[in-house]
């Protein structure tokens, strides 16, 4: 994944097992589970995932932009005009923080270990 491009897009879900069914019967999409409440999929052009945790399941899919630098590119989020509305968090694999721009779509940026 190149860095400062749309790399992931993550999708709110109320059952990953539906998603699954549906996603997989109707494209033919591949699944990896993370637990019980994140599945991630592949061979859909872009990978992704589904996510069903409250704490962290956003109202609208999710675009998420990787970067080498976590530490600076939150502080160039803000630095632009965004607003930081989940800090950053570890998940399986890296790390990530969510934003909103100026018309209020949220996004988020990760970082791979």
Known sequence: MS??????????????????????DLFGWSFQDWGPTYTSFSEAGL???F??????RTKAP???IQTDDISTMETRVQQAGGAITLPTFQFPG????????????????????
């Open 94 to 113: 890296g790390r990530r923080f969510h934003f909103t721009d100026p018309s209020g779509n949220e996004l988020a940026v990760m970082q791979l270990d």
């Open 47 to 49: 990978d992704g995932g």
């Open 62 to 64: 999710l675009p998420i």
């Open 3 to 24: 860095t400062k491009k749309l790399a992931y897009l993550e999708l709110p879900a109320t059952s990953t097992a539906a998603m699954k069914t549906f996603y997989g």
């Open 51 to 56: 996510n069903t945790d409250d704490s962290h």
